[in-house]
C-alpha cells in the first residue's frame, strides 16, 4: 500500500472515532415477546353435605353434647333438614338448656311448620324450662296431626298440670293409656302429677306399674326411688338409688330424702334438691 493510501485511512479512523462513529457492529438478538399471564384460580370452595345415614347413627350413640354439635352443624349445611332441627333441640335440652332448645324447636317450625318431631321438642323443652303453657298450642297441634299417637298426650297431660289444669291433664293422660296400655313414659307422667299434688302413694303404684314395663327407663325408677322416700320408706328408696346411679349421686340423693323425710342424714352428703337425681 501507498504512503499515500495509509495516511487516508489512519485519518478517516480518526476521524471516525472523533465523531462518535462506532463501528457497525451485530444487533443483540431481541428478547422474545412476554405473553401476560392470567392469575391462578382460586380453589373452588368446598361444599358441605349432611352426613350419611352410618355417620348420623353413630352420633345418635354419643352424649348431648357431642349431638348437639353435630346436629346444629347438620341444621347449617340444610337448614330444611327434618331430622336435624328436632335433634339439635332434644341434646340440647338433655344438657339442660332448655331455652336454647325451645329456640332451636321453634326456629325448625319456621321453616317447617309441619315438622312434627319440632312440634313434640318444642313441647318438652316448654315443660322442662317451666313454661308448659308455651308448648300446649304445639303440642296440641301435633295430637291433631297424628291422634293415633300417644306421645302428644303423655306431653299434654305434664303440660296441663303444670298450668294448674289436672282434669284436662287427666283425660289426656287416660287417652294416652287407651292407645298405649301401660306404657312407661305415660304412667310416669301421671305418677308426677300425683307427687306434685301431694300424694307419693298413688304414685307408688303407678310407678311400680311403670318399671315393671320392658321399656322402663332410669328416670321411672328413679322417680319411684323419690316416691318411696317421701313416705318414710328410705330402706327401699337408697337400695334402688345405690343400684343405679354412681356412689356420689347416690349420697346426695339420699341426703335429699332423708331431710325431706326429716331423718337425719349422713354427715358426709349433703342435701340437694332432686335434680340430682339426673346427675346434675
Given at each position: 500500500m501507498s504512503p499515500t493510501l495509509v495516511k487516508v485511512a489512519t485519518v478517516s479512523a480518526v476521524l471516525a472515532l472523533t465523531l462518535g462513529v462506532a463501528p457497525a457492529l451485530a444487533a443483540p438478538p431481541r428478547p422474545a415477546p412476554v405473553t401476560p399471564q392470567s392469575p391462578a384460580p382460586a380453589p373452588a370452595p368446598t361444599v358441605r353435605t349432611p352426613a350419611p345415614a352410618d355417620v348420623r347413627a353413630t352420633y345418635e350413640r354419643m352424649d348431648p353434647l357431642a349431638r348437639s354439635l353435630f346436629w346444629t352443624g347438620e341444621m347449617e349445611i340444610n337448614p330444611a333438614d327434618p331430622v336435624a332441627g328436632p335433634k339439635a333441640a332434644q341434646a340440647l335440652r338433655e344438657m339442660g338448656r332448655y331455652d336454647q332448645a325451645a329456640e332451636?324447636?321453634?326456629?325448625t317450625l319456621v321453616s317447617q311448620p309441619g315438622n312434627y318431631d319440632a312440634l313434640?321438642?318444642?313441647?318438652?323443652?316448654?315443660?322442662?324450662?317451666?313454661?308448659?303453657?308455651?308448648?300446649?298450642?304445639?303440642?296440641?297441634?301435633?295430637?291433631?296431626?297424628?291422634?293415633?299417637?300417644?306421645?302428644?298426650?303423655?306431653?299434654?297431660?305434664?303440660?296441663y298440670q303444670q298450668?294448674?289444669?289436672?282434669?284436662d291433664a287427666r283425660l289426656a293422660w287416660n287417652e294416652g293409656l287407651r292407645l298405649s296400655p301401660d306404657n312407661p313414659d305415660i304412667?310416669?307422667?301421671?305418677?308426677?302429677?300425683?307427687?306434685?299434688?301431694?300424694?307419693?302413694?298413688?304414685?307408688?303404684?303407678l310407678l311400680r306399674r311403670a318399671v315393671a314395663?320392658?321399656?322402663?327407663?332410669?328416670?321411672?325408677?328413679?322417680?319411684?326411688?323419690?316416691?318411696?322416700?317421701?313416705?318414710?320408706?328410705?330402706?327401699?328408696?337408697?337400695?334402688?338409688?345405690?343400684?343405679?346411679?354412681?356412689p356420689d349421686q347416690a349420697d346426695r340423693n339420699v341426703a335429699w330424702l332423708h331431710s325431706r323425710s326429716g331423718a337425719a342424714a349422713p354427715a358426709s352428703a349433703s342435701a340437694r334438691t332432686w335434680t340430682s337425681l339426673q346427675g346434675s
Open positions: 332451636t324447636a321453634s326456629g313434640l321438642e318444642l313441647g318438652r323443652a316448654h315443660i322442662a324450662r317451666g313454661q308448659a303453657f308455651y308448648g300446649i298450642a304445639a303440642l296440641e297441634q301435633a295430637r291433631a296431626l297424628r291422634p293415633d299417637d300417644w306421645r302428644p298426650l303423655s306431653l299434654l297431660g305434664a303440660a298450668v294448674r289444669r289436672p282434669e304412667l310416669n307422667n301421671v305418677a308426677i302429677g300425683w307427687l306434685t299434688a301431694g300424694d307419693p302413694a298413688a304414685a307408688e303404684t314395663q320392658p321399656g322402663a327407663s332410669l328416670q321411672v325408677r328413679l322417680n319411684l326411688a323419690m316416691a318411696l322416700g317421701l313416705q318414710d320408706k328410705l330402706a327401699e328408696a337408697e337400695q334402688m338409688l345405690r343400684r343405679d346411679l354412681p
